[in-house]
């Protein structure tokens, strides 16, 4: 694997409170400046890159997150909140954990495409049932797939929809888990 | 000492509620909107929930007072797909209570002062339509781990999650004055747990409860100062002690502007008492109701719904 790749970072585990090592106060929300021309803090994402993201990766129409704010604590983790509140603000959470970015990879958290990803139309993976299992399982698998490389939406199918389990990085035809250990399943 | 036997001129069927007791509580999941609907699309939450159960064998009855309570045929609800999805979330029936009687509206700025593990939290989450700022408090540090887990898996996006002493919370971090509602889900003596917890009473003293009394007096006054003239604040316990229940009521309703009001629920229950241990307790708290575990084959449970004054 290259030295860039996103697998290659140590949140395979999406765990919210594991903010080591960065340099903000971790209890401190900040909201996402609009756009680049308002941005303060150096290499802070935008609602406008974060918005783009979801749309351009996965096709998640933008006006999914028109009633939410989007907020920084710590080192790249931006967390999505329904309606709006003053920042900075210091509190424990702040709505549910979203994106991980200042990486080159950005990764949506499992919650996030759970929560948002039945809106996705592209890199959206299907998986059969046994598939499925093994995937909330927390294994790694080798689907047939010939569309993007890096993450994608795992979904399979539950009662006559499209239901979203989490985000799998798919690198040289493996699909890797990315669900976090304490939402791992044995069904 | 036979704390239950504390209770035996409060109960009206004492041997009913002593083999309530002592049976395991049957297992019970509330379907959560949040992730379980589609707004695309008419179908219900709760036969979608129920389909998805059915297809893995499991049969999942709604309970008659609450159509999204339902009861599982199933050791391990958290195993299975709908768990997986956050389309349910394992909460014992009873304790679906309280956010019933709050009655949220969409919007709505909400306190969850005593928040931990999240339950209540997540079910208030879902009745605001995770629309409105619901602030989810609680003292231990430790237990917010378990909150922010489960309002993630459930999908709660409007949730800001504090960690303060609740009687003498402040609102600075948030752009509001008041909140519209509060909830108390009080730390208690968790009697009513016994189903779950055979060994809840082994541990019981008269000097816990009144301890607990003590943080329970001043968290419910703290919701009743931070909820805004005519708004509601929800006071439940998963206890029978008098001490942590009317007698905490007694004592707000003697130093805060608000009142005990009536509410209508689909479960049998008892009124609050007025007297315990030789003291009496304004008689407003009536309108309180105790559930006993035989009446609905739940927990024990206490839950008072209380207007501010305007």
Known sequence: MSEDDPGADDDREDDPGADGGCENDPERFERLPATADERGVEGRATRQEVVDFWDERFGV??????????????AGKVWALHGDAPSPIEVEALGMTFLRTRQEHWKPTTDAVQRFGRAATENVIELPREHARRFVAGEDLEPEWDGDWGYLIVAHELVGGLE??????FTYGTLQSMVPKGRRRDL | ???????????????????????????AVRVNGIKASRPADEEDAVERVREAFADEGVEATPADWNPRVLRVDTDEPGNTWPYVHGWVHGQEEVSALPPVVLDPQPGEAVWDAAAAPGSKTTQVAD??????????????????????????????????????????????????????RALVDAPCSCEGTIRKNPTVLDDWTQGHVESVAGIQKGILRRAVQATTPGGVVVYATCTFAPEENEAVLDHVLDREDCNVVDYEVGLETSPGITEWDGEQFDERVREAKRVYPHQNDTGGFFCAKLEVGE
Request: include cysteine.
């Open chain 1, 61 to 74: 129409p933008p006006e999914t997150f028109e009633a939410f704010t989007f907020w920084e604590k710590g």
């Open chain 2, 1 to 27: 000492m036979d704390v239950l036997a504390r209770y035996e001129s409060l109960v009206d069927d004492y041997e009913a509620f002593l083999a309530a007791c002592e049976r395991p509580l049957p297992q």
């Open chain 1, 164 to 169: 979203p389990l989490g985000v799998g990085l």
């Open chain 2, 127 to 180: 009745l605001l339509d995770d629309r409105g700022l619901l602030v989810a408090n609680d003292s231990n540090l430790g237990r917010l781990s378990a909150l922010r887990s489960n309002a993630e898996r459930l999908g709660v996006t409007n949730v800001a999650v504090t960690n303060q002493d609740a009687r003498n919370f402040s609102l600075n971090p948030f752009e509001v004055d008041a909140f519209d």
